[in-house]
């Protein structure tokens, strides 16, 4: 009998005990444990918590990794910044002369190009008072500015060198063909006035305000250089419409030299002299215009 009741109670552990464990699953959250949990279950999560804790670990390590990455390429960033800023750095002047003189030829400036037109020419002689002809005064007065200008280190072009006659338009298209900085062309002046004398300049009255400022410099430095100069009567810079101030594109003026039709002034014009202080003092202004 105790044998029979010892079988049966083995027999129902075995049956009934793994049924009331299968009926009792564990929870899900483990948070909502109670605190007396048994050690089994402590146990059970062990493993978990050294997995998540190595998750972290590893998780962390693998945050540090793109640290270290993101400092070494801002070392090397930076790095690039201060070559940059080496490269971008501008030589001084002693730098740059030596570069020159080791590679580059001396800068040498090109001479300033003046076009002198000597006025009228040929059967046009201009103002006529007996012996004294204005184009043969102009071509004179040409030819010695052309000298004083070259001893000043100026190019110059005449646009007539002899006694032909040269139409405006044609004058005007040898400066602009030249593409000269300066026009100056020569004339004598006449007036129905024999007491109207001096020496006087005009420059373009319709003009680039570039352009018409440039002439009126150089203008006003010539009749401050006759007046010191020559000793002559200054009548001053005053704008015209001639062909050739209209249509040259360059700084351009167009000089009197003095009146023909008065005595006084005429007996002064044919005498060499006179005009040669008249070519000088017109270099002169315009070298204290360009070597400022
Ligand atoms: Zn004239």
Redesign the pocket.
Known sequence: MNFFLLRTFLLFCTVALPMQSAASPAPKNPTHRSAGSNAKKNASLKPKRSIQKSKTTFSKSSVKKPQLNKNLALKTKSAKVSTQSVKKQKPNKKQKAKARAKTQQPVVKKPRLIVIDP??GGLDK??CVKECT?KMLCLMTALMLKKELNEKGFRVLLTRTSDIFIPLKKRTTIANSAKCDLFISL??NSAPSASANGVEVFIPRYSSSIRKTNSKSIAEKITRRCKAIMKSNCRGVKEANFTVLRETSMPAMLVEGGFITNDKERKKLLNPVYLQSLSKAVAEGVALHFKK
């Open positions: 006025g009228h201009g103002a204005e004339h004598f």
